[in-house]
């Protein structure tokens, strides 16, 4: 699904992905959702789907176990193509604050990461850092590591300034010219440009929500706008010339 750049349209409600026709795939946001697994049940569009069910202590707001029951239960949808896993569940480095335990979440991403496999689900190891950005090196390795985990490795940091940006663009190109499978993106005003031009550097996934008032992340464009600056930088790489909207 991924050797190709794919944009996800964002949202927490499938009934309104009929109107992501400027998408490749959907990520359905089921921490977000009402009733998500009905919803599922009763979806039957088009596009494929990404699974989502982002824990409070990586900044979403599904809790307890029953998130991993839920995903559980969703890779088995036959449009379900992908499902998000946070790599710090996956390598149970999950933060110290006692309200989740690492060693069972650790086990429990490992089980769902297997069951997707063996359904033909690719699996996208997450990590978000609201704080900040590393330095490039650190990217670089979070990105080795997050693709080790998964098939796809998503980095989603935070940019104070255009450095942090250019750092996220420059371990973006290393870790593609390395074989890596990644998603990168800079939350933020000063790192929004990037969820544009992380593609030219080898950025397979963009994510952008369907409706423009329900960002689910800092910085995301509205989706018909990322769709046109994405092809547009893209096909200017390609080809050598200036982008439409530069002329």
Request: charged residues 25%; contains cysteine; aromatic residues 4%.
């Amino acid at each position: 699904m991924f050797e190709e750049f794919v944009l996800a349209a964002s949202t927490d409600t499938l009934e309104t992905a009929a109107r992501a026709d400027a998408a490749d795939v959907v990520e359905f946001r089921m921490d977000l959702a009402s009733d998500p697994l009905d919803q599922l049940a009763a979806y039957e569009g088009v596009l494929p789907l990404i699974v989502t069910n982002r824990a409070a202590w990586e900044g979403g707001e599904a809790d307890g176990k029953d998130r991993y029951d839920a995903l559980s239960e969703a890779v088995d949808h036959p449009s379900v193509v992908a499902v998000d896993i946070e790599l710090a569940a996956l390598t149970g480095t999950l933060p110290a604050d006692g309200s989740t335990d690492a060693a069972t979440a650790q086990s429990r991403a490992s089980a769902l990461r297997s069951q997707a496999r063996e359904a033909g689900v690719e699996v996208i190891a997450s990590v978000h850092d609201f704080e900040a950005t590393p330095v490039v090196d650190e990217l670089v390795d979070l990105l080795a590591t997050a693709t080790a985990a998964g098939d796809v490795g998503k980095l989603a940091t935070t940019a104070r300034d255009r450095g942090d940006a250019l750092a996220m663009l420059h371990a973006t190109n290393q870790a593609t010219a390395a074989g890596h499978r990644v998603a990168t993106m800079c939350m933020g005003e000063p790192g929004r440009h990037t969820r544009a031009v992380a593609p030219v550097y080898g950025s397979v996934i963009g994510y952008a929500p369907v409706v423009a008032a329900e960002a689910t992340a800092p910085g995301q464009y509205p989706l018909d706008t990322l769709r046109r600056l994405v092809d547009d930088l893209r096909g200017a790489a390609e080809t050598g010339n200036r982008p439409e909207t530069e002329r």
